[in-house]
């Protein structure tokens, strides 16, 4: 089975704070994603990555950057998180090929005070 | 922009009711379609998909749906619900080519027993 990992579960920071989301998968997946989920929105897409180093925008990157420094992980990064960024981020992974079936990790619901 | 609409947010539902959750999305090229489905406090998991042939494909726990190209639909449906079915689902759509999931804003069904 594929295993996608999130670090936290739930995590609470204050406004101007640096916030690492980190996730890992163990499947040897070329292509991983972050998406914010919030009721009524649906899942959207912040940032994917199809390889180490390399990272395409999403629907919705501003606020956000990421980071691919070896092929099993995908960091997300709030580089001043602001409590419009309150919400749960879902980490993916899919492998080339197999026509996007992604797998999601548990999520981190984040909470902006 | 490409886009998909759940028509339902929120159903309502006895036990051993039908059910049928509408999908429509606006790519009019080869699509992937999806069914993803999220059970309270789990993580986001592939119900069904249609990536070609027979436009009737049938998931896990007694799912199925059908593609419909003409009406660019994709509609869930379950001839008889449980309580284990209560959950949010998603409707998920790539446009050929993309490795990018398009996702719906969800329905959250709960079934009464």
């Known amino acids: 089975d594929v295993k996608v990992t999130q670090s936290s579960r739930y995590l609470v920071k204050r406004t101007g704070e640096k916030v690492f989301l980190e996730c890992v998968q163990d499947m040897d997946h070329e292509n991983m994603f972050w998406y914010r989920q919030d009721p009524g929105l649906g899942l959207r897409l912040i940032y994917f990555?199809?390889?180490?180093?390399?990272?395409e925008k999403g629907d919705i990157p501003e606020g956000y950057s990421v980071s691919r420094e070896k092929k099993e992980r995908f960091s997300l990064i709030l580089e001043s998180a602001s409590t419009n960024q309150t919400s749960m981020y879902l980490c993916?992974?899919?492998?080339?090929?197999?026509?996007?079936?992604?797998?999601f990790g548990a999520g981190t619901r984040l909470s902006v005070l | 922009a490409q886009s998909v609409s759940q028509h339902n947010h929120h159903v309502i539902l006895s036990e051993a009711a039908s059910l049928e959750l509408g999908c429509n999305y606006s790519y009019g090229g080869t699509v992937n379609l999806f069914w993803y489905v999220q059970y309270p406090g789990q993580h986001l998991q592939l119900l069904l998909k249609y990536f070609s042939g027979d436009p009737l494909v049938k998931g896990i726990k007694g799912f199925e749906a059908e593609f419909i190209k003409s009406k660019f639909s994709f509609n869930l449906r379950k001839p008889s619900v449980q309580w284990s079915d209560t959950a949010e689902y998603f409707c998920a759509v790539t446009p050929g080519g993309y490795n990018k999931l398009i996702f719906g804003a969800g329905t959250r069904l709960a079934v009464h027993p």
């Open positions: 990555s199809y390889d180490v180093k390399m990272k």
């Open positions: 993916a992974s899919s492998l080339v090929g197999s026509e996007n079936i992604q797998y």
